[in-house]
């Protein structure tokens, strides 16, 4: 691991051309563009990794079926190549897995590069150390946002605090990129900004909420990831709430299907109760329903040569480890570590639950050898360092996405009948690609999962454009969406185009002395911009593909 921690900084003055908040799956994109057109950044990370969901948040890449293709910028491409790339050079793989193009080293059923997050962490900190190296890049982690000043309609300093010493310091730059996973720098250079849901009536949604719930986001988790040593004891000491949630069964709307603490969830699309199973034994006959322990496996045995691996590893980011009881996205910063606390203490209660009363295929109850793995996620108490955050502070835009221009449902019904090929909305300001289901998962205001079908979709540059601030720019989730479009714009190579497209807008901006503004109203400036992204190697349309 590079020595990233040692270049904290010892300054508490910073200026730069721009400075990115937050080093999330966006803000390294964003960080990483930026650099790339030469232009001096700042970045700031909350934890000691940069990558969010793909390190810190420690969630397996989530991702479109054509990915091995297209429908990804070239380096989210050179990311997954390196990853795989990094598993042939250190890791002991079998003949077979190391000829495999395609190797995915977990195997896991929901993306076809599960893999360890500390590998993903080397990857990218290796494609930021040419920059750390020469001085073009200042990286500042264990650092949250703190305070802004504004002149105008622009931001001119953000302050940062380092969450181990308490010092503060103050970053000035020309840009100003809010990459932070909740939209913390929005309220604090006091963006024009929504929470929540909208209603049906302010967005003419077809799944939108009869009435607008500012407080109704999404369920955030803890994830964790265990391996399984038959014939050991590692059951974690009860957690103080335990009680609380192996008892607890969700009051949702349409309701849950039982106790929370259960192998039967609601199925997201249908809401009918879908039984899951888990069994990380691979002679086991198997039950119907999903098998858990693959679903996110992070290794598999198999691919590796003889005893490397004592058990295979798996990721727990499942329903029954979701926390919607409040919402994180407006509570204040006591209310926030209480809710925090409390998603910690959930996760934990599951996994005592499936370490001693979980119902197993062979009739009996819970694995004792369920043994947390911390070093797989870097931390002490074997929790991501990070919690997983599905939504953010949404900054209210000169264009917004609506379901309207992506969902299938209302697509179709516009055009009057199911007949002849459906597209997502035209836009003619494209700066990426995207393709994931609306999906939803069941939010602070009491609503179950709300998980539609979408069609593939561009990212329009007109939902970056704050309508008055000049110089701040979305970096990830908190771009012109909606609360139900921000379902299938938040995943992992989503955020990346758009945290990469942020990152070359405020380098085009400084280049050519040109406002994003003025680089989206004008169509000379935004051909010229789109010509630079493709040579970047953005891809701005899709080929002709189906819904998802």
Known sequence: MLALQALRAQSNEFTCDVAVIGGGVGGFAAALAALRNGVRVVLTEETDWVGGQLTSQAVPPDEHPWIEMFGCTRSYRAYRNAVRQYYRDHYPLTSEARARVDLNPGNGSVSRLTHEFKVSVAVLEAMLAPYLSNGQLTLLLNHVPESATTAGDKVTSVTVRDTQSGAKRSITAAYFLDATELGDLLPMVRAEHVTGAESQAQTGEMHAAATAEPANSQSFTFCFAVDLLEGEDHTIERPAEYNFWRDYVPKLTPPWTGPLLNWTVCEPKTLAPRKAFFDPNPTTPKAQGLNLWIYRRLADPANFTAGAYRSGITLVNWPQNDYWLADLVTADAEGRQQLLHRAKQLSFSFLYWMQTEAPRLDGGQGWKGLRLRKDIVG???????????????????????????????????????????????????????????????????????????????????????????????????????????????????????????????????????????????????????QTSLLRQGFELEWPRIHPV
Not at 469 to 492: Q, S, V
């Open 379 to 529: 931390t002490e108490d074997g929790m991501a360092k990070a919690a997983y955050i599905r939504e953010s502070r949404r900054i209210q835009a000169e264009f917004t996405i609506l379901e309207q221009h992506v969902g299938t449902d209302m697509r179709a019904k516009a055009k009057g009948n199911l007949a002849g090929e459906l597209y997502a909305e035209k836009f003619a300001d494209s700066v990426g690609i995207g393709c994931y289901r609306i999906d939803l998962h069941p939010s602070a205001g009491g609503t179950n999962y709300v998980d539609v079908s979408s069609l593939p979709f561009q990212i329009p540059l007109g939902a970056f454009i704050p309508r008055r601030l000049e110089n701040l720019l979305p970096a990830c989730k908190n771009l012109g969406t909606t609360h139900i479009t921000n379902g299938c714009y938040r995943l992992h190579p989503v955020e990346w185009n758009i945290g990469e497209a942020a990152g070359t807008l405020a380098a085009h901006g400084l280049l050519t002395k040109k406002s994003p503004r003025a680089v989206w109203s004008d169509k000379k400036l935004l051909t010229d911009f």
